[in-house]
């Protein structure tokens, strides 16, 4: 059985991918509160002995690999929620200041109806007011665009709310990615220790099978041919050898 199945290249593949993106974060961690070089080292050497702690699937080795995650995660998650903890607070700050500004808005308009109501009176009684009475008209019907613009923004809650939403989802991803890596780490261990089990158990049932089934020898000639060997070559009848040839007879004697 081989190591390297799919099922492992696949597993090792996961395991890389959720190292990357993990690493990526713990990297600027590191580097923007240590030496860039020394964080680099930081980030990289705290991820192999935190993975090599894991891929020993041992108490002891486990409760420390414990201790690693939760150091090697802090980082990565201090860099995303600095981030988005920076947003939310410029979020409120925009939030107060439209709301001081709507205020502001609702103050000016109150004071320039007054101020209108006032004109129209004193109109009244004596000419002359009608070109401050369209100026404090037109003020006020400006003051109610910009009004109705700032009421119409989305309610800054619901910005909080998908910020918030949005640190979480991105908190919860990077230790999800990391959990992954664990997982994927301890898999390919008890998966080494599947594959090195069985070789040991081929290596002890070889020699075994080599006894039972020993190897056939060359095939000997069939027993009938040793019993009866191949007859010699027919010899002449021995009618011929009992009654040889006559000589030719010799003319009579006159």
């Given at each position: 059985?081989?190591?390297?199945?799919?099922?492992?290249?696949?597993?090792?593949?996961?395991?890389?991918?959720?190292?990357?993106?993990?690493?990526f974060?713990?990297?600027?961690?590191?580097?923007?509160?240590?030496?860039?070089?020394?964080?680099?080292l930081?980030?990289?050497?705290?991820?192999?002995?935190?993975?090599?702690?894991?891929?020993?699937?041992?108490?002891?080795?486990?409760?420390?690999?414990?201790?690693?995650?939760?150091?090697?995660l802090?980082?990565?998650?201090?860099?995303?929620?600095?981030?988005?903890?920076?947003t939310?607070?410029?979020?409120?700050?925009?939030?107060?200041?439209?709301?001081?500004?709507?205020?502001?808005?609702?103050?000016?308009?109150?004071?320039?109806?007054d101020?209108?109501?006032?004109?129209?009176?004193?109109?009244?009684?004596?000419?002359?007011?009608?070109?401050?009475?369209?100026d404090?008209?037109?003020?006020?019907?400006?003051?109610r665009?910009?009004?109705?613009?700032?009421?119409?923004?989305?309610?800054?809650?619901?910005?909080?709310?998908?910020?918030?939403?949005?640190l979480?989802?991105?908190?919860?991803?990077?230790?999800?990615?990391?959990?992954?890596?664990?997982?994927?780490?301890?898999?390919?261990?008890?998966?080494?220790?599947?594959?090195?089990?069985?070789?040991?158990?081929?290596?002890?049932?070889?020699?075994?099978?080599?006894?039972?089934?020993?190897?056939?020898?060359?095939?000997?000639?069939?027993?009938?041919?040793?019993?009866?060997?191949?007859?010699?070559?027919?010899?002449?009848?021995?009618?011929?050898?009992?009654?040889?040839?006559?000589?030719?007879?010799?003319?009579?004697?006159?």
């Amino acid at each position: 059985m081989r190591f390297w199945t799919p099922g492992a290249l696949y597993t090792a593949l996961i395991v890389l991918i959720c190292v990357v993106i993990v690493q990526f974060h713990a990297i600027t961690f590191w580097s923007e509160h240590a030496a860039y070089i020394t964080g680099w080292l930081w980030a990289i050497g705290l991820e192999m002995l935190v993975l090599w702690l894991w891929f020993q699937r041992r108490l002891g080795y486990q409760l420390v690999g414990v201790i690693g995650t939760t150091i090697l995660l802090a980082g990565p998650v201090y860099t995303i929620s600095a981030d988005l903890l920076e947003t939310l607070e410029y979020a409120q700050s925009d939030e107060d200041s439209r709301q001081a500004q709507i205020e502001a808005l609702k103050g000016d308009i109150e004071r320039l109806e007054d101020d209108l109501t006032t004109f129209r009176q004193n109109s009244e009684e004596r000419t002359g007011w009608l070109p401050i009475i369209r100026d404090t008209q037109q003020e006020i019907a400006e003051n109610r665009v910009v009004l109705r613009d700032l009421q119409s923004r989305r309610d800054e809650a619901d910005t909080l709310w998908l910020t918030a939403a949005l640190l979480i989802v991105q908190v919860v991803a990077v230790v999800l990615f990391h959990i992954g890596a664990i997982l994927g780490i301890t898999w390919l261990s008890r998966h080494r220790d599947r594959v090195m089990e069985q070789r040991a158990r081929s290596m002890e049932q070889s020699p075994t099978e080599r006894m039972e089934h020993p190897a056939t020898p060359m095939e000997q000639p069939p027993a009938e041919q040793m019993e009866h060997p191949a007859e010699p070559m027919e010899q002449p009848a021995t009618e011929q050898m009992e009654h040889p040839t006559e000589p030719m007879e010799q003319p009579a004697a006159e």
